[in-house]
Each structure stands twice: as C-alpha cells, then as structure tokens.
C-alpha cells in the first residue's frame, strides 16, 4: 500500500514538472528558468519515486509489476491533471488507451 501512496505521490509532482508552464501565461517565461524550475519539482518526484521502487521491490513485486503500475498511476493523474489544470476535455480515446494499459497490469499481475 505505501508503494502505490509513494507511486501517487511521486506521480504528482512528476506531472506538475513537466505540464505545469503550458497554462496561462507560462508560456512566456525563459525556458531556462522553466526547467530549473521543473528540475526542481522532479527532485521531489525522485525523492519519492525512488523508494517506493525499492519498498515494492523489498515487497515482492517485479520491476515489470512496479513500471507498468506506474504508468497506470501517471495516466489517472494526467488525466485529472488535464482536465482541472488545462482545462481539455477528456475524449473517449484517453479512456480507450486507460483501458489498454489497465489490460496490460492485469497481465504483469497474472499468476503472481
């Protein structure tokens, strides 16, 4: 439980870093001063990236079940992060690709 809170978490930031100059007037800021700034929010990402990879790991769960549960967990977080911060719609094709990835957990998960 504490790796998927930590994946979240980590998720989160992650998102924020890399999407969160593209709204208003972001735009116009100096691409060195946004990725400094994004850099800056990744660390916290890392910060928490890092150890639920190895909290999971220490609790069983493959490097495949730990990458493929973290794009699951990126694509939900995306998704909210897209429709409450950009302000796109959410069409039926996110939720076609959501349900490909969905599919793919379920077969790193088969049999484990």
């Known amino acids: 439980m504490i ?3 930590l ?3 980590s998720n989160i930031f992650m ?4 999407y969160w100059h593209l709204k208003g007037g972001n735009l116009n800021r100096p691409i060195l001063a946004v990725i400094l700034i994004s850099w800056s929010i990744a ?3 890392y910060s928490l990236a ?3 990879n190895r909290i999971g790991f220490q609790s ?3 490097a495949g079940q730990l990458k493929i549960t973290q794009e699951a967990i990126a694509l939900i977080v995306f998704g909210v992060f897209m429709v409450a911060f950009l302000g796109e719609p959410l069409h039926w094709r996110h939720m076609a690709a959501f349900a490909c990835i969905m599919a793919a957990i379920a ?3 088969v049999g484990k």
């Open 3 to 5: 790796t998927l809170l």
């Open 7 to 9: 994946l979240s978490l």
């Open 15 to 18: 998102t924020t870093a890399w």
């Open 43 to 45: 660390l916290i990402e």
């Open 50 to 52: 890092v150890p639920a």
């Open 60 to 62: 069983g769960w493959s």
């Open 107 to 109: 077969f790193m998960f």
